[in-house]
């Protein structure tokens, strides 16, 4: 039988390439999203946009009924567990969805503070058969949050101090995650994804810096990284998760490198030099 799964931010870095997957695995993919016009342009004619909106109940009849997985990202914007991603999860379940591979984060199960926890949690209560894949800091963050920085200042600014990171290529992750949603035995495991080394900031600046061919310096200040996201017109509660986040490393907790990633792919993880020799187009 066909596999008919419903994947969220779908237009996003993981989302886009787990679809992408997918399709290649012969899979339904309908991509839930706020803008189907718009967003089939980018996702390809072979996709099923639905519309659907975590703040809007009145998708998620549609969204849901047609399909017997989903994909679930979190997006950034909404921290608000309970009142903004939690009836939609409900929705979910009242559909019969069979399985919930979760986009949660490197550690979710020990920081109550990040929102990936309090859904973890949500889910397991709710009592769906669930994969947790907690995933390391995503590489390209680099050349989407952090792209202007590093493109136009030769900027590095985040507030995660000393501490090294196993960062993690998405592409790396969609693969995961598409084994995850199409083959069985894998419901209630979770997996700590991470790549295959931990860097500080300072040594991915100097990659980026050898790379490039132009002088890319790390700044760890945190005064700084709140009065340039403000003014980039980030709302709050988004800013103090990606400070948690960074404190995770700053404080040594996000070096911690896994053998998930590898034994799951049965191929090493792609490493941070190989990312931004791929990517390098983006920072010039």
Not at 8 to 24: D, H, I, Y
């Amino acid at each position: 039988m066909m596999q008919k799964i419903l994947v969220t931010g779908a237009t996003g870095n993981v989302g886009q390439e787990v679809v992408r997957l997918l399709l290649l695995q012969n899979c339904h993919v309908y991509a839930a999203v706020r803008n189907p016009p718009s967003d089939k342009q980018i996702l390809g004619s072979d996709v099923e946009c639905i519309p659907f909106d975590f703040t809007n109940p009145d998708t998620f009849t549609e969204a849901f009924k047609e399909v017997n997985k989903l994909f679930l990202v979190r997006p950034p914007a909404l921290a608000n567990v309970r009142q903004q991603i939690a009836p939609a999860l409900n929705a979910a379940k009242l559909a019969g969805i069979e399985h919930i591979v979760f986009l949660s984060l490197l550690g979710a199960e020990r920081n109550s503070f990040v929102p990936h926890s309090k859904i973890e949690r949500y889910i397991e209560q709710l009592g769906v058969p669930a994969t947790f894949l907690r995933c390391s800091f995503f590489m390209q963050n680099l050349n989407t949050t952090h792209c202007e920085d590093i493109k136009t200042r030769g900027e590095l600014l985040m507030p995660a101090g000393n501490g090294k990171t196993s960062f993690i290529d998405v592409r790396d992750i969609a693969a995961v995650a598409v084994r995850t949603l199409i083959e069985d035995g894998h419901q209630s495991r979770a997996y700590a994804l991470t790549g295959k080394e931990a860097l500080t900031y300072y040594e991915v600046a100097n990659i980026l810096t050898s790379v490039l061919g132009k002088q890319i310096h790390y700044n760890p200040s945190l005064l700084k990284f709140v009065q340039q996201t403000r003014s980039s017109g980030l709302p709050m509660d988004f800013i103090l998760v990606m400070i948690a986040i960074y404190t995770t490393a700053r404080l040594g907790l996000a070096g911690t490198i896994t053998s998930d990633t590898e034994q799951l792919l049965n191929r090493s993880p792609m490493t941070i030099r190989q990312y931004v020799e791929d990517y390098a187009e983006f920072w010039l």
